[in-house]
């Protein structure tokens, strides 16, 4: 990275090409040459930022972008990005026209949605769209009961294409409880059974996410959605713990900041809003000029953890909402300007996504989505 790059910013979010290439391979080869792979960027591509992500996996060859929104979508398109777009979440009846202008295929999930698109003027187009169905995890999609009655109106609507059929996991995160997983995987094959009986050939069939991908290869039908894995991050624990020596996945993200202000204190002093923290040694006090506005959680104040020069040191005081204190006392030769390590490695020193999940006692995809949109990504 050219250091130009960073020159007049207090915090910034840097995306490793190397680390992203290396996820796109493990996940390449565990699908196979037969199966298509679709970069999930949902949520500013899970922290690393939409357009960009998304550049850098559409240079490396994914065959298709997973996002919730048509917004997202619009977005990659006016970006220039060309390959398939599925939007995975619901859109409002008034941006179907939108989908179909840009080439985006939708995700039909309820006999609402699917009855509206007859209300379409589509004028010559036609709407792409991808049937969810609810195997058990009962949030979006149709039941496999409903199936019949979803054919009878997709037949009735000419400029619909049935271009793809898909479910979603709920449980699929444990390879040491794979009963429900199988049994989601056997109901979408008795949809996907029902839509091949009644004439449709051809359309692509898709189940697995990241942990579905990784734990069940009989779940990987024609495409997977990859989405937190390409960032080189684990869906669970559990999975990391079974296949953490097979799958050598590297962390893309990194976020740093720079020392604002340092400060000498007395023992005694009281830090922060409502002095929760009692110093118990004179003590330097760094401020960084990041807090929870940027995504540094409230919830690690008085616990969390920032890395100078190699070492560890400690959030003290309440996290407010542009600003941290650490303690800084044991750290030699600081200085104002000084590069600060929120998340990624400092020498031989690391602080994680998924550590600063465990101390604020949630999960790691909390952590990088929640990562303010308006911080610069650069691309390393």
């Not at 840009?102 to 039909?108: A, E, P």
């Not at 058990?136 to 496999?144: C, E, K, L, P």
């Not at 340092?262 to 040694?281: A, C, F, M, Q, W």
Request: charge should be positive; proline fraction near 4%.
């Amino acid at each position: 990275m050219k250091e130009n790059q960073k020159h007049n910013l207090r915090t910034w979010i840097e995306i490793n090409q190397q680390s992203l290439k290396n996820n796109y391979s493990i996940f390449r080869r565990l699908i196979g040459p037969k199966c298509l792979l679709m970069s999930v960027v949902k949520s500013n591509a899970y922290g690393n930022s939409l357009i960009d992500f998304s550049r850098a996996t559409e240079s490396l060859g994914v065959d298709w972008f997973g996002v919730d929104s048509i917004v997202e979508a619009e977005s990659l398109r006016k970006a220039g990005l060309k390959k398939p777009i599925l939007v995975l979440g619901y859109t409002l009846e008034n941006k179907i026209e939108t989908a179909f202008k840009n080439n985006i295929s939708l995700t039909i999930s309820d006999f609402s949605t699917l009855e509206n698109l007859k209300n379409i003027k589509i004028r010559g187009h036609k709407l792409k769209i991808h049937i969810k169905i609810d195997t058990g995890m009962h949030r979006q999609g149709f039941f496999v009961s409903e199936i019949p009655a979803v054919i009878k109106i997709i037949k009735s609507h000419p400029t619909i294409i049935l271009e793809g059929v898909y479910t979603h996991f709920s449980s699929a995160k444990n390879p040491a409880f794979p009963s429900i997983t199988f049994n989601q995987i056997e109901q979408f094959k008795k949809a996907i059974g029902l839509f091949e009986s009644a004439g449709f050939r051809g359309f692509i069939k898709h189940a697995a996410a990241t942990s579905g991908t990784i734990i069940f290869p009989q779940s990987h039908f024609d495409l997977v959605r990859i989405g937190i894995g390409l960032c080189g991050l684990w869906p669970s624990k559990e999975t990391k713990e079974a296949f953490k020596r097979e799958v050598k996945l590297e962390p893309v993200l990194s976020w740093k900041t720079i020392v604002g202000q340092i400060k000498s204190l007395p023992k005694g002093s009281k830090v922060g809003y409502d002095l929760t923290e009692t110093l118990n040694r004179p003590s330097r006090v760094a401020v960084l000029p990041i807090g929870y506005w940027h995504g540094f959680p409230r919830s690690l104040s008085g616990i969390g953890k920032a890395l100078i020069k190699g070492s560890e040191v400690k959030v003290i005081g309440r996290v407010s909402m542009d600003m941290v204190s650490v303690d800084v006392t044991d750290v030699k030769n600081i200085k104002v300007g000084d590069e600060v390590i929120l998340i990624g490695k400092s020498e031989k020193s690391e602080i994680s996504i998924d550590d600063l999940a465990y101390l604020s006692d949630t999960i790691n995809y909390e952590i990088t989505t929640r990562l303010n949109p308006l911080i610069k990504r650069i691309v390393v």
